[in-house]
C-alpha cells in the first residue's frame, strides 16, 4: 500500500542554523503537501507541489519535489524560534498518506 | 461555518464504553478525512469520505471502528467497546477537492482534534 517515509525523526539545532527534512514515497503521486503542527495544535497547511522537479520558496522556507515525483524535501535557512514544530509531508496519491514527521527543537 | 469544528474537544471514558466523535467540515468540501494522532507520534490515515461514500476504509484499526457522512456534511467516527489502545487525538480535515472536477486541489483543513483518554 501507499506509504510515505519521513527522516529524520527529531532533529536539534541552534538557531540561526539551517534545517533539512526529506520525504520519500513508495508510489508517484500526484501531489506533495507540507504541513506545520506547533505544540499542541493541529497541522496547518504550508504548499502543495504538484509539478515534476518543482521548487518553490516561501520566505526562509525552500520545498521541492523530485524529479519522478516519489521524493520531497523542505529546507529552512537560518532558524528562528518561531520555526519549532513538527514538519509533516503529506503524498496524495489516492488519498492523503502522512509521514511520521520531523520534529524540531531550536536551541537558544 | 468558518473553519472546521470537532466535538467534543475532550473525552474521558471508562474501557468498554463506546464514543462518537463529531465533524463539521468546511461547507462545501467534498473530501473529508479521520487521522488519529497518538501523543508524540504523526498522524495516522483512518477513512475519507468523497461526499457521501467512503472509497477507502482501509485505515480502521478494527470493525469496533466505524465512520458515516452524511449530507456530503457532517462525519461521525465511532469507537466501541472502546480500549486503552485508542486514546488519542482524532483530527478531522476537509479539503476542496472532488475527483471529478479534475481539480489538484488537495488541502487539507483540520479541525482543533477530539482528544479521547479511555481510562
Known amino acids: 500500500g501507499q506509504q510515505v517515509m519521513q527522516i529524520p525523526q527529531y532533529q536539534h539545532v541552534q538557531e540561526g542554523e539551517d534545517f533539512t527534512t526529506y520525504c520519500n514515497s513508495s508510489t508517484t503521486l500526484s501531489n506533495i503537501q507540507w504541513y506545520k503542527q506547533r505544540p499542541g495544535g493541529h497541522p496547518v497547511f504550508l504548499i502543495q507541489l504538484v509539478k515534476s522537479g518543482e521548487v518553490k520558496k516561501q520566505k526562509r522556507l525552500t520545498f521541492q519535489f523530485g524529479e519522478a515525483k516519489k521524493n520531497s524535501s523542505l529546507h529552512i535557512t537560518a532558524t528562528q524560534t518561531t520555526d519549532v514544530g513538527t514538519y509533516f509531508c503529506a503524498g496524495d496519491g489516492d488519498k492523503i498518506i502522512f509521514g511520521k514527521g520531523t520534529r524540531l527543537h531550536i536551541l537558544p | 461555518g468558518a473553519g472546521v469544528s470537532q466535538s467534543p474537544s475532550n473525552k474521558v471514558t471508562e474501557k468498554g464504553k463506546d464514543v462518537e466523535l463529531r465533524c463539521d467540515p468546511i461547507?462545501?468540501?467534498?473530501?473529508l478525512y479521520w487521522y488519529r494522532q497518538r501523543l508524540g507520534q504523526g498522524l495516522e490515515f483512518l477513512i475519507y469520505?468523497?461526499?457521501?461514500?467512503?472509497?477507502?476504509k482501509s485505515g480502521l484499526p478494527s470493525d469496533r471502528f466505524s465512520a458515516e457522512r452524511t449530507g456530503e456534511s457532517v462525519s461521525t467516527l465511532t469507537i466501541q467497546r472502546t480500549q486503552q489502545e485508542d486514546s488519542a487525538v482524532y483530527l478531522c480535515?476537509?479539503?476542496?477537492?472532488?475527483?471529478?472536477?479534475?481539480?489538484?486541489?488537495?488541502?487539507?483543513?483540520f479541525g482543533e482534534g477530539s482528544r479521547l483518554t479511555v481510562l
Open positions: 469520505f468523497q461526499g457521501n461514500s467512503a472509497p477507502d
Open positions: 480535515a476537509s479539503s476542496p477537492r472532488s475527483l471529478y472536477s479534475g481539480a489538484n486541489t488537495g488541502e487539507l483543513f
Open positions: 461547507s462545501g468540501h467534498t473530501a
